[in-house]
């Protein structure tokens, strides 16, 4: 069975600094992508950030990066500069083929605090 | 654009009663499914559909049926509803040739009472 496993259910961190969320997966798949997916209060699910297995150099977009360890089955995500509107729950999910179907884990909840 | 809406955003229901729930979406995507989250958990595929007239089971599909009469829409119908329904349900939809990027509704509350 393939499992995305977040050891995290909560976290806190102060505006400005920066925090990282773990996530591990287990799948017999070698393609595969890595989603980091934000939901703040108003429930709407948002993409942050996107991996490809194949591809080796880690992603990142703007403040977000991740650390994508293959052999491990590891991606985490890290929160640079936090902002107070980061403060949300989020998701780690992986995609294997046939493609289309997402599979989550239980989730982390961040708090930013001023 | 509205990209993918949802309708109701909020239904409350009585155990046995039946309701459906719509999505719709505007970006012509192949690709739509309906996902559900339960507190503590990420959400989870109920049904999903790669084309007008093609559904398919996802992870928890007991309890729910599924239409795709056109392709803009994709149906989720609780026959006879159960407490263990409760929950937020989400539509999304991708186009075929990039399934991995779904664009998301913003979610149905049902409670069962």
């Known amino acids: 069975a393939q499992t995305v496993t977040q050891s995290q259910p909560e976290m806190s961190v102060q505006e400005a600094e920066t925090v990282t969320l773990s996530c591990t997966y287990d799948t017999s798949e070698s393609n595969y992508y890595l989603f980091w997916y934000k939901q703040p209060p108003s429930r709407q699910m948002i993409l942050v950030i996107r991996?490809?297995?194949?591809?080796?150099q880690n992603a990142t977009e703007n403040r977000f990066s991740v650390n994508f360890q293959k052999a491990a089955k590891s991606f985490s995500l890290k929160i640079s500069d936090s902002q107070l509107g980061d403060t949300a729950m989020y998701f780690c999910a992986f995609m294997t083929p046939p493609w289309g179907k997402l599979q989550f884990g239980a989730g982390t909840q961040v708090v930013v605090t001023p | 654009n509205a990209g993918v809406t949802q309708t109701p955003k909020f239904r409350v229901l009585k155990t046995g009663q039946s309701m459906t729930l719509l999505c719709a979406q505007d970006?012509?995507?192949?690709?739509m499914y309906w996902y559900r989250q339960d507190p503590g958990m990420g959400l989870r595929l109920i049904h999903y559909?790669?084309?007008?007239?093609?559904?398919a089971k996802g992870e928890v599909p007991d309890g729910y049926n599924v239409s795709r009469l056109k392709k803009q829409n994709f149906l989720l119908g609780l026959e006879s509803a159960a407490p263990s329904q409760t929950s937020v349900y989400f539509c999304a939809s991708s186009y075929q040739g990039a399934p991995e990027t779904q664009y998301f509704g913003p979610g149905t509350r049902l409670l069962v009472l």
């Open positions: 970006m012509n995507h192949e690709y």
């Open positions: 991996q490809e297995a194949y591809k080796q």
């Open positions: 559909s790669v084309g007008e007239g093609t559904t």
